[in-house]
């Protein structure tokens, strides 16, 4: 488990206070709370990974995964994703070493990656809408849409949250509390690239192959 | 005191409800009136079954009353208190172990009868088996005998002594098909074509109904059975042949439109009307080349994670 | 533009019913009421700050309870409705579609609109006291649940008078639920009401098991926990493992009705039976996560009421655990007439079957803390002793309807209906009225009228076995489910009459309830309980004043054993005059406790906004919702400033007003 104990007491102002008294951690507690979280998550997406593997082959006429597939695109949107976590995990260290400077560059950069990472995702969906594989053709594809879009718009909430972290570093520092929200969106992040990781597998490659 | 006195009066209030109830029982009650080999090996399931739970479930009444009654809390009473005792072994093993052996004993029973009661098993007979197929529309039933070319809405006729051989569909919303003198029910979905088997071993007038929710007037959804001998259905069948009209694909579709119909009967159908049924809502899950994983489970049907999706695939194929 | 209004109007209201008209207007009636009253007596400040607002956990839980009750109302209404329907054969007080809308309303609020918000209300409530802490692990997130479960409930029953109520059962089966079949907004509003609700729901089982592991007090090892909090735990596991799973796939029905996707179409390759296979998957773990916190409660007030320590406790919470498990291995069994083969129905009766073995252990636990006790017979000790029988037999129907071959012929029919009412309300709901009037003198500070409260227990108790029993013999006669009439030929007068009669004996029982409750507000002066633990009771929760201070605990418990308020009393009296506690040791100090926030009453507000767009393709409503709930999440982060400290001086007053901490 992710604990949110620093070796830096000055840094633990608020919290001290609370820790002589025999109290919970609370940061420790909302990390805790996140990866359970985490955990629901993980099975939103089972439900819809089994709604994919069971409907991907009810095309109902329509085209299946090898016709619209282009592996390419995806092996791109994948190493930007996969750079992403890279540079979430290089904004942790950062932050661990107390450079604030260094971590926001670091989580921009991770923004921008992920960014990207949606624009290719829209790109895609709007080329295989305008050759009309769209949600209402088959079980097939309202699984597919379902599933990546899923994902995409996590992605999306990502960002919009990582900005704000960057904002809050920006006027508050590093504080517990800001150590604690680093924390839990590198998770998250984290947590994304990990289901990404399946979604290739499953959706992309078995479906080409 | 007042416990006691409130328990009398509970009684004196149910006892005659009890006996009221209790007499209701007596006629009426389909399920434990049987008619057919199906349903009749269905009660007795559930007879022992009872009886089974009714070893445990008695004496814990018993002791539960006992108990509340003992140690109620009065003035100079001998019963013990014993406010700190909270573990003993071996009544804890006793009562892990009674119900782990009734169980044991209810779950062999259970995996045993669920096989020999398959809905889609044949049943053992010297008579060759009639086949029904049943389709669920809004709101009536539609059954339609192959081998003698008729249709009826509403009406079914079977020979007693006969296994009957239903092939299930639907044209509406998910139903379940039910004749409760004759046996359990299957769902009638669209898409597929279930089997059940059922047989009547006596002539006579029987009821059967939609027990799953359809709609607006799924309430109407009964049907009338009569079981006779071969000689009067044959004599049935050849009535309906020569003086019902025919069914068309035009008729059909108006008898898809949702209403409710009175008991019907046709001379013919059109060829393959209850294939056809089945296939329009199955074909779209073709392309089973892209599934190697549900190809597998057509062979064995153990698995129960994607069941529901070689299901579609397999009833289909089945009726192609 | 008249013409206009009134053809929009005539199709965004319900309409056409006088039932509903007389709905309408006492529903308008009582909002001017409370509107008028609120203003009158200068409350909307107060009843701002002091509950809209609150991340208190004991208000949180007492809003959940009163909203539960205003649901088992309308829940109960809908019962009434039904049953009036039934009682002759061939009535027509309701029209087919209006019976259909009625039992789908009356399940959907039982469970989810009534059984949970009770569940959670009792949660909130208790576990905080029961463990020693100051509150629960995420106030705010606490707050934000409650708030979601009201918007979603409040959204449910607004299809009552606008654009119609769903009518596809209380888990919507598709292809009925589609809109091949149900192109009305009804199950639109089934949809979003239950999605809002139950990422509430989430949010509160993902706190609950935090709060559980994290914040007990000092020396609260898990095994020295009350059995309440225990069952807690078990309950919230099954719920983070099994809403998500409804979550997802309400979203997936969603989907298929608004963006004409085909997961569980007809066409397009859909497959319906997907959906019954998931949202069952969901369906009976949340059965057993809303009877677990029952058979905590059980075990609390049994061994209080025996004076006695609870019998077997290491039994109990192995079972509730294993029952928590089990529960997600049984799904199947509610369709076992779908033709999976006797593979796949023998592996899922057998699972049902072993759910048996761990339930019976705990009624054996409870009979033998009982055993060579002092039973008392106060109103909680009634329910729990009222539904020991109740819920022995319900099992055994049971484990009837488990028998995969058996099945066949109870499913579907009166038989089941029978079943799941009697463990339902023989189990849940005995049981949080156990809780309920277990808990109320610590909750509110007075007690409630024991005579009223054994009247309504009776009329409770026999109006059930009136209504239900005949029920059972309804289903072995072949009477299925969801009819709205039958013919007299089929010889189900009788039993249906008898049926009737109970429903109404139970609606009797609650008007008692009421006024129980009306009567203990006169009296509430009268009635207060002053030592803060008027039923002698074993843990932390009676060892604080009642009410509860906001803070809870003034200092930390420090626990040493299961039972230690129970103990302490023990040593005390063993003491004597110079006994020392050992349970509050500390000195007073500043306690840390979390700020009041609109926020969570205002993202809930846009939820419902989003929600009412969704259901009515007003993308406008559904963009200003969600751009409110991103500009309320942002405004929350932002905030850091969302806690305080109480000082000494005021917890010494405040301590002192109730007698402790005096020197």
């Known amino acids: 488990m992710a604990s949110n104990h620093s070796a830096e007491p000055a840094l633990h102002a608020g919290i001290s206070q609370e820790e002589h008294h025999d109290h919970p951690n609370l940061e420790e507690m909302r990390t805790f709370g996140f990866w359970i979280y985490l955990m629901t998550d993980v099975l939103i997406f089972g439900t819809f990974f089994a709604a994919y593997i069971v409907l991907r082959g009810n095309t109902n006429g329509g085209p299946g995964p090898a016709e619209l597939f282009e592996l390419n695109g995806i092996i791109v949107s994948t190493f930007l994703l996969l750079a992403s976590s890279y540079t979430c995990g290089l904004a942790v260290l950062a932050m661990n070493k107390g450079k604030k400077q260094a971590l926001m560059v670091w989580l921009a950069l991770t923004a921008i990656l992920g960014a990207a990472f949606i624009g290719l995702e829209i790109t895609e969906f709007t080329h295989l809408v305008q050759e009309g594989a769209t949600m209402g053709t088959s079980a097939f594809l309202s699984a597919f849409y379902t599933l990546v879009g899923t994902h995409g718009l996590h992605v999306c909430i990502g960002l919009i949250w990582m900005v704000a972290v960057i904002l809050q570093l920006a006027s508050k520092g590093i504080t517990p509390v800001m150590k604690r929200k680093v924390q839990t969106i590198s998770l998250f992040w984290h947590f994304l690239d990990v289901v990404w990781i399946f979604v290739f597998t499953v959706v992309y490659l078995m479906g080409v192959s | ?320 | 533009m008249w013409e206009k209004v009134k053809s929009f109007a005539s199709e965004f209201f319900v309409t056409g019913d006088p039932l509903i008209y007389g709905a309408d207007v006492s529903i308008g009636l009582t909002l001017i009421a409370v509107v008028v009253g609120m203003t009158y007596f200068k409350k909307w400040n107060w009843l701002w700050r002091e509950w809209l607002t609150t991340v208190d956990h004991k208000k949180i839980g007492i809003m959940y309870i009163l909203s539960a009750f205003l649901m088992l109302f309308r829940g109960g209404v809908d019962a009434l409705l039904m049953r009036t329907q039934l009682v002759m054969p061939e009535m027509s007080f309701l029209a087919p579609d209006h019976y259909n809308q009625i039992f789908t309303t009356h399940g959907v609020i039982m469970i989810l609109f009534m059984a949970m918000p009770f569940m959670f209300g009792l949660f909130n409530v208790m576990v905080p006291l029961q463990i020693g802490a100051r509150d629960v692990a995420f106030p705010f997130l606490n707050s934000l649940s409650f708030w979601l479960f009201f918007a979603g409930a409040m959204l449910f029953n607004l299809s009552f008078v606008i654009g119609g109520s769903p009518d596809a059962g209380w888990l919507a089966y598709p292809p009925y639920s589609e809109l091949m079949y149900n192109p009305g907004v009804g199950q639109d509003f089934y949809i979003w009401g239950i999605q809002i609700s139950g990422i509430g729901s989430l949010m509160t089982g993902i706190n609950f098991i935090v709060t559980i592991l994290k914040m007990r007090a000092p020396g609260m090892k898990l095994m020295r926990m009350p059995m309440f909090p225990w069952s807690v735990l078990s309950s919230c596991i099954a719920i983070i493992f099994s809403f998500p799973i409804l979550t997802a796939t309400l979203a997936l029905l969603f989907l298929d009705r608004y963006a004409g996707a085909h997961f569980f179409t007809l066409d397009g390759g859909g497959n319906p039976m997907m959906y019954i296979n998931l949202i069952w998957m969901w369906g009976h773990p949340e059965v057993y996560i809303i009877v677990l916190p029952a058979f905590g409660i059980f075990s609390e007030i049994v061994s209080t009421f025996s004076k006695k320590k609870l019998f077997g406790y290491k039994s109990m919470v192995y079972a509730m655990m294993i029952i928590s498990v089990l529960s997600f291995l049984v799904w199947a069994h509610h369709f076992f007439t779908m033709g999976s083969g006797a593979d796949v129905n023998a592996f899922f009766a057998l699972t049902t079957m072993l759910i048996a073995i761990p339930t019976g252990v705990k009624v054996f636990n409870w009979l033998f803390t009982m055993f060579r006790g002092k039973i008392t017979f106060e109103t909680p000790m009634l329910w729990t002793i009222g539904f020991i029988p109740c819920f022995v037999t319900g099992g055994l129907t049971g484990v009837l309807l488990s028998v995969a071959p058996a099945d066949f012929q109870f499913h579907n029919s009166y038989f089941l209906i029978a079943h799941f009412h009697h463990v339902i309300i023989g189990g849940v709901v005995f049981g949080y009225f156990a809780g309920l009037y277990y808990w109320w003198p610590k909750l509110f500070g007075f007690k409630l009228n024991e005579r009223i409260g054994k009247w309504a227990f009776w009329f409770w108790n026999i109006g059930f076995y009136l209504c239900f029993m005949p029920q059972y013999v309804l289903g072995l006669m072949g009477m299925t489910r969801r009819v709205v009439s039958y013919s007299w030929d089929k010889g189900w007068w009788e039993m249906n009459l008898v049926s009737t009669i109970g429903a109404a004996l139970m609606g009797i029982a609650f008007l008692f309830q009421v006024w129980q409750i009306a009567h203990g507000v006169k009296h509430s002066a009268a009635n207060r309980d002053t030592t803060g633990d008027p039923w002698n009771g074993r843990t932390l929760e009676w060892s604080i004043p009642s009410p509860a201070p906001y803070y809870n605990f003034a200092v930390l418990p420090q626990v040493s054993s299961q039972d230690e308020w129970w103990e302490e009393k023990q040593r005390m009296e063993q003491g004597g005059a110079k006994a020392q506690s050992q349970l509050y040791t500390g000195e007073l100090e500043p306690i840390h406790m979390p700020k009041n926030s609109a926020i969570p009453i205002l993202m809930s507000a846009c939820c419902f906004v989003a929600g009412f767009g969704f259901v009515f393709h007003w993308l406008w409503f559904v963009i200003a919702g969600i751009s409110g709930l991103a500009i309320c999440m942002l405004k929350h982060s932002f905030n850091h400033d969302t806690d305080y400290y109480i000082p000494v001086e005021e917890i010494r007053s405040s301590e002192a007003s109730t007698g402790r901490w005096k020197n």
């Open chain 2, 1 to 320: 005191m007042k416990v006691t006195k409130a328990i009398k009066r509970m009684a004196i209030v149910l006892a005659p409800v009890m006996l009221f109830l209790a007499a209701g029982c007596t006629d009426n009650m389909a399920v434990l009136d049987p008619k057919g080999p199906i349903a009749a090996q269905q009660r007795d399931l559930m007879l022992i079954s009872t009886i089974l739970c009714c070893i445990v479930v008695v004496p814990v009444l018993l002791l539960t009353a006992f108990i509340v009654w003992r140690y109620r809390d009065k003035e100079g009473r001998k019963a013990a208190y014993t406010p700190r005792w909270e573990h003993s072994f071996k009544l804890e093993a006793i009562w892990w172990g009674i119900p782990i052996i009734i169980i044991t004993i209810l779950a062999v029973i259970t995996v045993r009868s669920t096989y020999a009661l398959e809905p889609s098993k044949p049943l053992e007979s010297a008579q060759k088996p009639l086949t029904v197929q049943v389709t669920s529309l809004n709101w009536k039933w539609l059954f339609q005998y192959p081998e003698q070319g008729i249709a009826t809405v509403n009406e079914l006729k079977i020979p007693k002594d006969v296994p009957i051989r239903f092939e299930i569909t639907a044209d509406s919303p998910m139903n379940s098909f039910w004749i409760p003198q004759l046996g359990g029910q299957m769902y009638a979905m669209s898409g597929m074509a279930m089997t059940l088997y059922l047989q009547a071993d006596e002539a006579g007038e029987y009821w059967g109904s939609g027990a799953n929710f359809t709609g607006t007037h799924f309430s109407s959804m009964y049907f009338d059975v009569e079981s006779t001998t071969q000689a009067d259905f044959e004599q049935w069948v050849k009535e309906v042949q020569d003086k019902s009209p025919a069914l068309t694909s035009e008729g059909y579709k108006q008898l898809v439109l949702p209403s409710t119909e009175q008991k019907m009967t046709f001379s013919s159908f059109p060829k393959g009307l209850f294939e056809k049924t089945v296939t329009q809502y199955a074909s779209a899950s073709g392309h089973h080349h892209n599934m190697p994983l549900m190809e597998q489970e057509q062979e064995q049907e153990n698995s129960t994670e994607q069941k529901q999706a070689s299901h579609s695939g397999h009833s289909a194929e089945g009726h192609q």
